[in-house]
């Protein structure tokens, strides 16, 4: 049983960037075709590295309890592709939420699009809507001093 928690815990963890992907729409929800293409350019590319390297002799695989002891090949246990891929899109999701935060994607809205308000580029509150409703303010107030039709 004990020989599960390595995997389940990656598992999970996976699950837990799907559903982060999904509520945000940073990766496979913005756009799967590309995310799915990136993520498994990265994985290729770092089994790639592991299998050089273990065939030079650079790594082993340990021998912890909490690993299955399943190997895809000698020295690469199931659970190094599962990591290579957790790893991949762990840093697809952390560059879309710092896209997102950092309001760099041109959506124009950081993590809190959507709100009432935004921050303006002062530094000050910008509610959307305000300077028309400040406009039509200042029509009235002409009205109210003679300016309105008669």
Known sequence: MTG???????????GCLVLLDRRFRLVL???????LLVVGAGTAFFLLWDLVAIGRGFYRRGGSDAMTGVLLAPELPVEEPVFIVFLCY???????LARRALAVDGGGGGLGAGRAGVDGPDGGRHRPG???????GAAGARRGAGGGRR
């Open 4 to 14: 599960l928690v390595y995997l389940a815990a990656l598992l999970a963890g996976l």
């Open 90 to 96: 762990l840093t697809l999701v952390l560059h879309g």
């Open 29 to 35: 929800w913005a756009d799967a075709r590309r995310g």
């Open 130 to 136: 305000a300077r028309r409703a400040g406009a039509r």
